[in-house]
């Protein structure tokens, strides 16, 4: 058989076999319908998949990997109880809105964001972005907050994950660069828990499961304790804030936040840990 039908007829088989494909009428490989609805989703707001500029993978590449991430969530037990996923993957403000899970909950952008591969970035004066998520619904029981930032200022204050736009009560990841400690304030009002001394970047999550607090930066345990108070109960759950008053800015980038009715074991915060890293790793933005 000459080559060049032979590599002819491996492309028409490498085509038929593709994940979103079919052949004989049955998909071959299909994503987990989740999955392909968020896909879906970015695509018809404008969403660039290729993340090759910033070390991350191509069109291909990106959706497998989005794929492979709602399917890890799914076998713990974190898609089915998640309120709201926001994974920041298409490089334009549309895209970054989207809910992950459902098409609830997208967020609303205000003042002044880049949006890139990277995730986005308030300017520290005036962006942050609203859910639409009221913080009763997290805290005050089984729950889980997950952030996953890249860089932050070390010289100013500002929360690091979702909080309430309802100042002084706080819910998620606080750094205080003032003082170089991130507190996780899950489920408290002004309490800061969970301090760590160095400033780094990377993935936390704090998760109430029962009647005890767990707090993981990067894959390892650094804090639980009992709860001790209620959760909050107004205020709409706000990102890229500061923690001194509502409405205000940070400017740290941040990659990923999950908020979730969903409390988790340290077993599970290790293997949730372990798939959002993957997925990083995938676009290009690990840290």
């Not at 713990?76 to 459902?102: D, E, F, K, M």
């Not at 345990?221 to 509502?246: H, L």
């Not at 205000?248 to 941040?254: A, Y």
């Amino acid at each position: 058989m000459p080559s060049s039908i032979a590599a002819s007829g491996l492309a028409a088989m490498a085509t038929a076999l593709s994940p979103a494909s079919s052949y004989w009428g049955y998909s071959l490989n299909a994503y987990d319908p989740s999955a392909q609805a968020f896909i879906n989703r970015i695509t018809a707001a404008g969403g660039n998949f290729d993340y090759t500029s910033i070390g991350g993978g191509n069109e291909d590449a990106v959706k497998r990997a989005i794929n492979d991430y709602v399917v890890a969530c799914k076998a713990i037990g974190a898609w089915s109880s998640g309120i709201a996923q926001y994974l920041y993957i298409g490089q334009n403000a549309a895209s970054h809105a989207l809910n992950a899970i459902q098409d609830l909950n997208n967020m609303t952008w205000y003042g002044t964001i880049t949006h890139d591969a990277y995730g986005f970035t308030p300017d520290g004066s005036t962006g942050y972005g609203l859910t639409g998520i009221q913080s009763n619904i997290v805290g005050s029981s089984d729950s889980t907050v997950i952030s996953y930032v890249r860089t932050f200022s070390s010289s100013s204050k500002g929360w690091i994950g979702a909080r309430t736009n309802t100042s002084p009560t706080y819910y998620g990841h606080f750094m205080d660069g003032y003082s170089g400690q991130f507190a996780c304030s899950l489920g408290y009002s002004d309490v800061e828990k969970g301090k760590v001394t160095t400033s780094i970047a990377g993935c936390y999550i704090a998760s109430r499961l029962s009647n005890t607090v767990r707090y993981n930066q990067n894959g390892t345990e650094i804090a639980s304790f009992p709860v001790t108070t209620a959760g909050t109960t107004t205020g709409t759950i706000q990102v890229g804030g500061i923690n001194y008053g509502p409405y205000q800015s940070n400017n740290f980038t941040q990659s990923l936040h999950s908020i979730s009715s969903y409390g988790l074991g340290s077993s599970n915060m290790t293997l949730l840990r372990t798939a959002i890293q993957a997925l990083q790793t995938a676009l290009g933005r690990q840290v």
